[in-house]
């Protein structure tokens, strides 16, 4: 169900709009009407700070090439859903490269992510929101793409989220079939648990994960099915 009030995005001057209007949309939703293709010249500049509902509305988005996902940096309460994104190209993630508390439900994504540090086929580095741990929940997506590290140094590089930083996270209804190339801690779902926690369900990864570093170590969900 749409928000009748939500603010409309139909065309690819709308959406670059969105990303460059600054940072007054707490508590606003913003839906696509149509589907969205960038020109093959344009190098997309990422959203910063954003706090508000993006709502796909079942269309997609293709061809977005630049840096650091959709958003860049995604305050608490952000929720994505419902939205595919065709033949992308980012560094970090698809859909933010860093995050605090976030929700993303019904994301599809077939994008090629570069980078290094944390980078994650839908969500990049998640932060603590002031001084309590934040929650990514991550429910019916699919992640279709490749993941891959820049170079051997070490890093998190995952399928669907790169980094928890001692946060919390919650997956239903989550699938990889996205190829991993990491240097380090690479895993199909989601890396770097340590003091924070996990929960999945029906989550399965049939991607391949791959470390460049001889020392390298597998993360624990890597190339397996966690329920």
């Known amino acids: 169900e ?15 709009a969105w990303a460059t209007n ?3 949309d707490e508590g606003k939703t913003f839906v696509l009407t149509a589907d969205i293709t960038a020109p093959a010249d344009a190098t997309w500049t990422a959203k910063t700070n ?12 293709t061809g977005l090439k630049g840096a650091n996902a959709l958003i860049s940096n995604a ?17 970090g993630a698809t859909i933010a490269a860093n995050f605090k508390s976030i929700t993303l439900e019904n994301v599809y994504s077939n994008a090629k992510i570069k980078g290094s540090g944390s980078c994650g086929g839908l969500l990049g580095s998640q932060n603590q929101d002031g001084t309590e741990k934040s929650t990514a929940t991550v429910i019916s997506c699919w ?3 490749i993941v891959e590290c820049n170079s051997t140094e070490n890093g998190y590089f995952s399928g ?5 930083n001692h946060n919390h996270s919650v997956f239903v209804d989550v699938l990889n079939t996205g190829d991993v190339l990491g240097g380090w801690n690479c895993a199909g779902i989601s890396t770097a648990v340590y003091e924070g926690s996990i929960t999945a369900t029906r989550c399965v990864n049939l991607g391949t994960i791959r470390q460049m570093r001889d020392d390298a170590a597998a993360g624990t969900n890597s190339g397996q099915a966690i329920t």
Do not use: M, R, Y
């Open 75 to 91: 305050e608490s309460g952000v929720v994505v859903k419902n939205i595919a994104f065709i033949d992308c190209e980012f560094t």
């Open 143 to 145: 992640f279709d793409g």
């Open 50 to 61: 954003f706090k508000g509902t993006f709502n796909g509305n079942g269309h997609s988005i």
């Open 2 to 16: 749409v928000d009748p009030n939500a603010i409309k995005i139909g065309t690819w001057e709308e959406l670059v």
């Open 22 to 24: 600054g940072s007054n």
């Open 160 to 164: 669907i989220l790169g980094n928890q």
